[in-house]
Every structure is written in C-alpha cells, then in structure tokens.
C-alpha cells in the first residue's frame, strides 16, 4: 500500500498539470449537469414492512385517487376576543376562503369547518382542511402562494389565521452564516497548523472541489433517485469535514519529510506513502459505517448513507492526488516544519545566523568569517568558523572549498578537515559517503564523524568533538533528532553547524560557539501530556471514563420521535397552527391515529367496521372516533381516532399498540384485517425499525472496521480498545442531545426554541457517522505510535514519540471538524441543527478525551501487550504497510538528479554547480 501510493503521489507531483486538469474538468461537468438537472420531485419516506406502511399502501389500491401521500394544509381560524366563529360576520369570511381555497390548481378537496364538525365546543377556533394531489415537496410555488394569500385576506377582516401542515414545507436551510463562519475557523486553525497562507489554503481548496462534485452529482441524480435536500447537507456536511482533515494530514506530513532534508518531489512521495495509507483506511472505515446504514432497511437512510460515503471516497481521492499536484504548484511557499520566514539579514534556505560566523542564501556568504579560507561557503544555508557543515544546510553542491575546513557535495576538499560526497577526502581527518571516515577521525553509524574537523554528508561535523546518530538538527541554534551533535562546533542532518558562528539549514544559529552540548530542546504541549499520561495511565483512565459516563446519564431517559409542527420555532404559523389547534381540540388533535378496516374477506365488512370502531371507543386514551367511511366498492373502511394525549407522549404509543392488539381479536372473530396508520403510528413504528435495527447495525460495521484495524495495527487490543472508546464516545454525545434538545439545558444559547423528542433515526445515525470519524483519529494517532515501536522504540516511548508527531494535527483536524459540524447549529432545520450538535459534539468527546487521554492510558498500561497478534494470524493477514516500510529502501532520487521535477528547479544540481562555480 505505502509503495504504491509512494509512487501514485510522485506521479500526481510530476503530472500536476494533467491532475489538476483532471479534477478541474470533473467538478465543471458535475456543475453543467447539476444546473441542467430537472428539478427534485417528491422524496416520499415509506418504511417497508411496517404497518403503517402497509396501511398506506393498502389506501392507494382501494381508495384510488385520493392521494394518500398529498400534501395536507390546515388553514385554523380563531375569531377575535369576545366573539365566535359561528358569528354571521367570522362565518361568511371562513366560508370566502373556503372558496377561494377550492379553486388552486393542485387542490383536490377543502373541508368547509362548518359541514365537517371541525369548529371547537367553545365555538372560537376552526380550521378547514386542505388536500391536494401531490406530496408537499413537490408542490407548486404558486399554491403555496395561494394558500398564504387566502390566509392574508382572512385576516384583514379580523380573524387570526394561521396555516400548519405539510403543504407549506420547503427544503432545507442548513445557515448559510454559520457554516461561513465554520469554514473561517478552520481556515484560522489551518493557517496556525501549517504556518503559512498557502498551506493553510491547499485542504480548503481540495476540499472544496470534492463537496462541489459530489454535491453537484447528488443534485443531478436527485429526481432519479429521489434524493432530498437532507441527503445533500448531510453530504456536504461530512464531505467539507472529512476532505480538509485528510488533506492536513498529508500536508503536515510533507512539511515533516521536508524537514528531514528531502526533496519536494520526495516528500511528496514518501507523504503520501504514509499519511496517505493512514487516509485511505480511515476514509474505507467512514465509508463501512455510512454504507451500512442500508441495513437498517429504510430507504432515506440508506440513500442519505451512499451519497455521504460517495462524497468521503471523492474526499479520499482528491486528498491522494490533488493535494500532490497542488504541492508541485506551491513548491518552496511551503516550508518544511519548524522552518522559520526569512527576517531582516537572514539567510535563504531557512538557515539564519548569528555571531562570529557567516550563513550565506545562494552561495553568498557574510559575517566575522568569509566564504573562503576559514569557512566554506553553502548553498542552501553555510557555515563559518572552525568546522564544516553537512546535510542540507551544508556547504556548496558542486564545487571545492579550501580552508580550514571545507565541505563539497561533489568536489574535494583539502585543508585540515573536509568532507566529500563523491568519497574523496584530504587532510587531517575526513570523511565521505554515507559514514564512511578516514583520517584522524573516524566515523560511525549513519553519517557520525568525530575528530580534528570531520564530516559527514548524511550526518553532522564537530570542529573538535564527536557526533553520532543521523544528526538532524531542530529548534533554534540546538541541534537534535536521533543523534546529537557536540563539540566546540557542530552540524546536524538538517543544516545546523557551529564553529565560531553557527548556522542551521531549518532553524536559526546561536553564536560564538557551539549549536549543542547544551540542555536539550524543551519537548513540546503534546510530549509533556504524553509523557504525563503514561506515567499516571490508571488516574487519567479512570478520570476520562468516568467523566464520559457521566455526561452519557441522560441518554437513559431518550425519547424518540419525528419532527412535526409542534417542534417548529414558535414564530413559525405551522407552530402556532399546531398550538391554536391543541388549545381549541385537545392536544392529541394534531395526531390522529387512522385506522383501516382491510374487510374483503369479511362476510358483513360494514358489521366488521363498525365492531372496529367500538372496540376502539372503549380503550383509554381515546377523545374522539369517527364513523367508517368506505370506498366505493364497499370492502375496505377508514376510521379516524383522535388520541386524548398529545402526539409525541408514551400515552398515544400505547393507544396505537392496544388498537392492533384489538385488531388481532376482530381478525379472529370477522376476518378483517385492522391497520393503523397516519403520522403519528409511521413515526412510532420508524422509531422501532431503528431500534431493531441497530444492534445488526453495529454488528456489522464494527465488524468489518475491527478487522481492517487488525490489519492496520498488527494487533487485536488495539482494535478493541478503539471500538470500545468510540462506545464511550457516542454514548456521551447522545446524553449531550438529550440534555440540550430534550431537556433545554443550554437551549437559549445554541437556538433551539422548542424541546422535544429526539429525532428517531438519531441514535443510529451518529453511531454510523462517529464511528467513522472516531477510526479517523485513531488510525492517525495510533500508526504513528506503531511505526515508532516497529522501529525499536519502547512502549511507552513509542507513545510519546506519536504524539510528538500527530497529536497537534489531530487536534486541529478535530477542531475544524467541530467548526464545520458547529455551523450547522444555525440551521433553522430543527434536524440538520441537531444532527450538526450531536456531530460536533461527538468530534470533541472522541477526538480529545478518548483518543488523546483514554487511549494513550490504556496503551500504557498495556505494554508490550497492545502489539500482540498471534503468529498464524499475523501471517495470514496481508501486510497493508501504513507505516512506510516499504520506503526505507527508496532512494531519493530526485535529489541529485538534476530532473527539474522539484518546484523552482530546486534539484536541477547542474545549474547549482555552476552558481557555486561563479
């Protein structure tokens, strides 16, 4: 995996322009089709195999025409105080806009109040209801004008007027404002990450161009699938999210490998190897949990789940290949990590001097010592003084150096001390090659040299001490990485030297004398809570998985349900509807139950219906019963029952369940079949399709994903740890949605005017959403630990070591993620606002309490015994490679080359050795 995707991001870095192109022409078509696309017709919401859906279906066969899924309005009157509307003048207005109701296109039916009962015992509020032919989505902006029109002329003449139902229902409105306000965030905490305008700019720009084609291919597809408006936010929510972090992940590792002295080409190369395999099974672990919401068996989640997890394989796509094209196009205005901007008097190349010595930018050298004699000039960065400078901030590319002591990367050098790439080497102690040393000083490990002025090209040189190890250089004048160097003057891997004056190719240089020998660099945030939780692994385990437990109380007392208008914002007329209804018919008037009586089988079907009905009457709960009306062949019945609860309560749930269970008594004793339907009975029996659902659901996905983490970690603890913290995770959120949306704590300030039930297909929605994302960063966090321990570190050094290098990326990438969900709380979609809460909420529970304090603790306790796999299993799972091995043997090859495939030419060494020359 790691060496193909070596190769793919070479080759998008080499071919950017046809990548680029590419991903360019793609998004325009996607774009053309989407704006020619027809309009998105009805996106109907049936649940196979429950009754109510049966009911609905059973309705459209016997009862033709009559539109069971049409849109319904309920246009509620209530006359002014001190009046009624049986008065002569409220009566003669109602009976006006009946009129004027019943003549719309799309309008099949509108009940005058006055013929059908529907005027309150109290005589001040009526409604009339309004059918029509077609489902509210797909109505008219004509009708829907006319319907508020009519309203509008109601109330000029006195009456209060307000309009609920379906039929005034529009798409959704995810806040345009906040997700604007998100995409600022992210923008922000990308520029801190990254360290530069450009760098911030790359996963803001890809991920923009994968939301824009998967979008787009979502609004093309939308009338011939049937895909609603909540498909597109929910994709363009987990798309935008998921495409910024996968493309930070292989930026940040690029600037990493940059600053380990590689090439652009290279970087890119081997950044795409490592962090690139970390996306790819991450994005294949959210697409798992968002394609198996088709087993729930409800058609609008499974579509809502496919186009998601489309949009995330776009994502995975454009972060493996557009991000490589845009690093070629960025090329040196992306700096390696750590890398400071060039200030007043520093040198190009990222080296910056100071003291006695002299750096030098493009083979210009200045200070106390010169560019020849005592010190040999550089350039990527020089050194000046006693000693020489190797690595990428080390002397000249092509050409000699006489002195004291001299550095080539191709020539030779004479004088007390030199160094030579090509091997050749005089003077009192030298060193050439990768490591190999003659002279006074001999040289060890990768690159070490040690003696009277040694060097080494992979390595770091002291004037008079030693050093060891590979020798790269961080901070600002301190030398470190896996070998130090020491000694009145030394030089590191990365471009650090001292000698009189001391210079570093990726930071800056201290003075008179030395880049080490002192303290080390100071570790930083994300080392110390390592370092700290590792040391105290049980208090931190104990404190994080209580505190999660703790916020994950209230999801004991989840309540579930669909949205209806009695959760609409109060300044909402469908909320006002609703409430001038319950105060005028009862609160369960806004959810009638419908009951049809299937009596084609039955030998009176009239007897059966009316049996139906009184059974009906003597349950609890019931205010109202209608008498059956029939079809017009006379063999199926429907009776409306008005519950005396209102929709949502536990009260009406158990009313819907006593009616079935009366209805296998009539099937018994008249052989006609009892269904019971309407709103009120799909969203009860929606509610207990997720429930069913949701333990196969999780079966699976957290299945399939814990045997892919197998084959990632090498490991059977690892997998499970994570699998159980995500539990803890999801858990927590839940308890925070029901204490915001539920219970109101918190509800002022995050918008929500009405609290409610949670939305049915919550639950299973965020176990598949954040168990995909919660992989993400274990993936991320985890493989860096791992490849640190298959390279010799202990456990708990192995810990540490991956945070030092994911931890802030993870951090950022969780924060953005909480910034892009967040900005879905402004939607005035009470779904979309909670589906942004929960996610976001999620995000910040996982990311930070379980992957960065529960996780590392866990693993600390564990030892050694967290990268346990038994032998057979290890050998007969494949080797994936997220950690790079495959790529230790890979040669940078474009870094001498002189190929010209690094931006601005950085690697054409033929043009160099002449700039030395001159």
Do not use: C
Not at 62 to 87: H, L, N, Q, W, Y
Not at 436 to 456: E, K, P, Q, Y
Not at 620 to 629: F, L, N, S, Y
Not at 679 to 704: E, H, R
């Amino acid at each position: 995996m790691a060496t193909f995707l070596y190769r793919l991001g070479r080759f998008a870095f080499r071919r950017r322009h046809f990548v680029a192109l590419f991903w360019v022409a793609l998004l325009t078509l996607a774009g053309v089709a989407a704006a020619g696309a027809p309009a998105a017709g009805s996106t109907s919401f049936s649940i196979p195999g429950t009754e109510a859906q049966k009911a609905f279906d059973l309705l459209d066969q016997r009862f033709p025409g009559s539109s069971s899924d049409g849109a319904t309005a309920r246009v509620v009157f209530k006359a002014p105080a001190g009046e009624k509307m049986t008065d002569a003048d409220n009566k003669a207005t109602v009976e006006k806009t009946v009129k004027e109701l019943s003549d719309g296109s799309e309008v099949t039916s509108v009940a005058d109040p006055f013929k059908s009962n529907a005027v309150s015992k109290d005589g001040t509020v009526a409604y009339a209801s309004v059918r029509y032919e077609v489902s509210g989505m797909e109505l008219k902006d004509a009708s829907r004008d006319a319907l508020e029109a009519a309203g509008h002329d109601a109330q000029k003449a006195g009456l209060t007027v307000e309009i609920g139902g379906d039929a005034l229902q529009s798409g959704a409105e995810p806040g345009a404002a906040g997700e604007v306000v998100g995409l600022v965030i992210a923008a922000i905490v990308l520029v801190v990450t990254l360290g530069s305008l450009v760098a911030a700019g790359l996963p803001l720009l890809t991920a923009i161009i994968g939301v824009g084609i998967g979008v787009s291919t979502i609004t093309t597809l939308a009338k011939t699938l049937d895909l609603g408006d909540t498909t597109s936010t929910l994709a363009l929510m987990i798309g935008l999210a998921v495409g910024i972090d996968y493309a930070l992940f292989i930026v940040s590792r690029y600037r990493a490998e940059l600053a380990e002295g590689r090439s652009h080409e290279e970087a890119v190369g081997r950044a795409t190897g490592t962090a690139g395999s970390a996306v790819v099974f991450a994005g294949l672990t959210v697409v798992i949990a968002l394609a198996g919401l088709s087993v729930v068996g409800v058609p609008m989640l499974t579509k809502m789940g496919l186009a998601a997890a489309g949009t995330v394989l776009v994502a995975v796509l454009i972060a493996l290949t557009m991000i490589p094209a845009m690093l070629g196009y960025a090329g040196r205005r992306v700096r390696a990590a750590g890398e400071k901007r060039r200030g007043k008097g520093a040198a190009s190349g990222g080296g910056v001097a100071s003291g006695g010595g002299a750096a030098s930018g493009v083979g210009v050298a200045s200070g106390a010592g010169a560019a020849s004699g005592e010190a040999a000039a550089s350039l990527a960065g020089g050194a000046s003084g006693a000693g020489a400078a190797s690595g990428v901030g080390g002397a000249s590319f092509a050409g000699s150096a006489s002195g004291a002591g001299a550095d080539s990367w191709a020539g030779s050098a004479s004088g007390s001390g030199g160094d030579s790439s090509a091997g050749s080497a005089s003077g009192a102690g030298s060193a050439s090659g990768v490591g190999a040393g003659s002279g006074v000083g001999a040289t060890s490990g990768v690159g070490a040299a040690s003696g009277a002025g040694s060097a080494s090209r992979a390595g770091s040189a002291s004037g008079a001490g030693a050093t060891s190890g590979v020798g790269a250089g961080s901070g600002v004048g301190a030398t470190s990485g896996v070998g130090a160097a020491s000694g009145a003057g030394s030089a590191s891997r990365a471009g650090s030297a001292s000698g009189a004056g001391a210079t570093s190719g990726v930071g800056a240089a201290s003075g008179a004398g030395s880049a080490s020998g002192a303290a080390p660099a100071k570790p930083g945030l994300a080392a110390r809570w390592a370092s700290f939780v590792t040391r105290r692994p049980a208090a931190v385990l104990l404190l994080g998985v209580v505190g999660l437990g703790a916020i994950a109380v209230p999801a004991t007392q989840l309540e579930l349900g669909l949205p209806d208008d009695g959760s609409q914002p109060t300044s909402t007329t469908q909320r006002r509807a609703y409430d001038l209804l319950s105060d005028g018919f009862g609160p369960g008037f806004n959810g009638p139950l419908m009951i049809v009586v299937d009596a084609k089988n039955s030998d009176d079907p009239k007897a059966a219906a009316a049996k139906v009905g009184d059974d009906i009457k003597g349950l609890k709960d019931v205010a109202t019963v209608t008498p059956a009306m029939f079809n017009k062949a006379g063999d199926t019945a429907t009776i409306t029952v008005i519950p005396s609860s209102k929709p949502s309560s536990v009260q009406t749930e158990d009313l819907v369940h006593a009616i079935r269970d009366k209805g296998v008594e009539v099937k018994a004793d008249t052989d006609a079949k009892v269904l019971v339907t309407g709103t009120t009975a799909m969203n009860i029996d929606f509610s207990q399709k997720l429930n069913d659902a949701l333990i196969p659901y999780l079966g699976l996905v957290v299945g399939l994903a814990f045997l892919l983490l197998i084959a990632v970690f090498r490991s059977i603890l690892v997998p499970l740890k994570a699998a159980l913290g995500f539990l803890l995770s999801v858990l927590a959120a839940l308890g925070a949605v029901v204490a915001v949306f539920q219970w109101g704590w918190l509800g002022g300030l995050l918008g929500v005017e009405q609290t409610g039930p949670i939305m049915s297909m919550m639950p299973i929605f965020m176990v598949g959403v954040v168990f995909g994302l919660a992989m993400d960063y274990e993936v991320f966090l985890v493989t860096r630990m791992r490849e640190a321990y298959v390279h010799g570190e202990t456990p708990g050094q192995a810990i540490v070591t991956g945070f030092r290098h994911s931890a802030r990326v993870v951090a950022a990438a969780a924060v953005i993620m909480m910034a892009v969900f967040g900005g879905f709380i402004t939607s005035s979609e009470s779904m979309i606002k909670m589906i942004g809460f929960g996610l976001a909420i999620a995000v910040f529970f996982d990311a930070f309490i379980v992957r960065m304090a529960i996780v590392p603790a866990v693993l600390a306790l564990l030892g050694r015994k967290a990268w346990w796999l038994p032998k057979w299993l290890d050998r007969a799972l494949p080797n994936v490679d997220v950690e790079g091995e495959g790529l230790k043997d890979m040669k940078d090859s474009s870094k001498h080359s002189g190929s010209g495939s690094d931006p601005d030419s950085d690697s054409d060494s033929d043009e160099d050795r002449e700039l030395v020359r001159a």
